[in-house]
């Protein structure tokens, strides 16, 4: 650069200087040599002076040109973030649309395959190319996207074309195969599920139905002549009354025994009469279970036996044996057996009194645990008598499905059925109980109340006994 070469020339200048010789070999002076040297000096450094302003100008414009650059590349940075977060979400919107795209094309396929299995006989004809079309486009590489779900959503314009259609009822021309085996022109006439062919010629008019192995349908004329000509009429016309019912009565009786609890009831096989046994045995039990211990309830009497509790306090026992066997309350009465039968022992007759009451209360409890118990069992032996008949059909003739779900229904009805009389009868059991255990321990109760009386008016011995081991009653002893 111009300020080194300078720098040098001044660093000859001093050299020269330092020698006191000039190149020639003249004698200078040391003092014209500084003032030469410092002259020389003065100028160098106005030199670099002026040419350092240009190199700080340029270096502002070099550090102003970076800094550009910097913000430059930290934008396209941005850019390419932006751009990379962009592309993340097309590609999330390309694979969603192609997603839903597969997904309108399996429906609209399924759809044009179920479609063709619904049509009525006689309407295959007029939709038989556009279901092609639409089958094929799946399968079909030479075929755009675009072109494929053309030709399926063809296929649904058609059929809502083909519901305005048949609300009122269609008529197709179309062939179909007559009884004698020959292929006759006609026309069909579509009305709901039922299909009707009147051939051209007028030879034949009947019901038309489909035949297994061929796509022609076949005809059925009805028994009645008057029947098929009006018929003839119906499809030639549009207009007239279908003379059969399409359903043959299947609509009705689907109808009745849709809550028609004996159908239910034949439905679940040889084991629901068992079941139907068990029930009205339970049911009965049940119900008689509950009058008895309402009318029990209703004989509750504690002034009565307040009244029998204080006569034997009194000592009058003769009164109190009077009053228990004339009362209905079976605590009253229990103790008036047990004073009675006091000689021997009183706690044996306070224990088979009881015993004899609770026997009243317990009565029919027993059927209702077995009934508990054994309903559900029955109901699981439906089960399996049911599954079983169902896969004795599987490997044989499927041609009837409702076989195979006719057991099924009776394995499912069986443990309906078994498992509703066990918990119908779970509630009365465990109620009669819980009034077995309430009379049980007013029994206990009034028994422990009268043994305390009769110890009192008892001979105290040096070792109290226990009435209950005592072979003689005090009172007797008293002459009570």
Request: hydrophobic share 40%.
């Amino acid at each position: 650069m111009i300020g080194n070469r300078s720098l040098r020339n001044a660093a000859v200048v001093f050299g020269l200087v330092g020698t006191g010789f000039s190149s020639a070999g003249d004698t200078v002076t040391p003092q014209a040599d500084l003032d030469k040297s410092l002259r020389e000096l003065t100028g160098l450094r106005e030199q670099i002076a002026s040419e350092k302003l240009p190199l700080s100008q340029d270096l502002a414009e070099l550090e102003a040109q970076l800094v550009q650059l910097r913000q430059q590349q930290e934008a396209a940075f941005r850019r390419i973030d932006t751009g990379a977060l962009d592309k993340s979400t097309l590609e999330q919107q390309q694979k969603l649309a192609a997603d839903e795209i597969s997904y309108v094309e399996t429906i609209l396929d399924e759809y044009s395959r179920n479609l063709e299995n619904r049509l009525a006989v006689g309407e295959l004809p007029r939709y038989k190319e556009a279901l092609e079309r639409a089958k094929d486009a799946p399968t079909n590489t030479d075929l755009s996207l675009e072109e494929k779900l053309r030709r399926q959503v063809e296929v649904l314009r058609l059929s809502v074309d083909r519901i305005e259609r048949l609300a009122g009822g269609d008529v197709i021309p179309g062939q179909a195969v007559e009884p004698d085996g020959t292929l006759a022109d006609g026309r069909f006439a579509v009305i709901g599920p039922v299909a009707l062919f009147a051939a051209d010629s007028g030879s034949t008019a009947g019901i038309a139905y489909p035949q297994a192995g061929s796509t022609q349908p076949a005809v059925r004329p009805l028994d009645d002549k008057s029947l098929n000509a009006l018929v003839a009429k119906t499809v030639s016309t549009g207009e007239g009354t279908i003379p059969v019912d399409p359903t043959r009565g299947g609509a009705l009786k689907a109808l009745v025994q849709k809550t028609n609890l004996v159908h239910i009831f034949k439905k679940g096989g040889p084991i629901m009469w068992p079941l139907l046994i068990l029930s009205v045995l339970a049911l009965g039990a049940a119900l008689e279970r509950i009058l008895f211990l309402a009318n029990e309830q209703r004989r509750q009497d504690p002034r009565t036996l307040g009244r029998f509790l204080a006569a034997v306090q009194d000592g009058d026992l003769d009164k109190a044996i009077t009053i228990g066997n004339s009362s209905s309350f079976y605590v009253t009465r229990t103790l008036g057996y047990a004073l009675e039968h006091r000689e021997r022992s009183i706690s044996s007759a306070l224990i088979y009194a009881t015993a004899q009451e609770l026997k009243r209360f317990t009565r029919g409890v027993a059927l209702l645990d077995t009934a508990i118990t054994l309903a559900p069992l029955l109901g699981l032996l439906g089960t399996v008598t049911g599954m079983m008949h169902s896969f004795s059909l599987i490997g044989g003739d499927l041609t009837a499905p409702g076989a195979i779900t006719g057991g099924i229904a009776e394995a499912l009805i069986a443990t309906a059925f078994g498992l509703g009389i066990a918990i119908v009868a779970l509630v009365p059991y465990n109620y009669v109980n819980n009034k077995v255990e309430n009379a049980r321990h007013e029994l206990e109760a009034a028994s422990h109340q009268l043994e305390l009386i009769l110890w009192g008016f008892s001979e105290r011995p040096e070792k109290p006994v226990s009435p209950t081991l005592r072979t003689m009653n005090p009172l007797t002893a008293k002459g009570a």
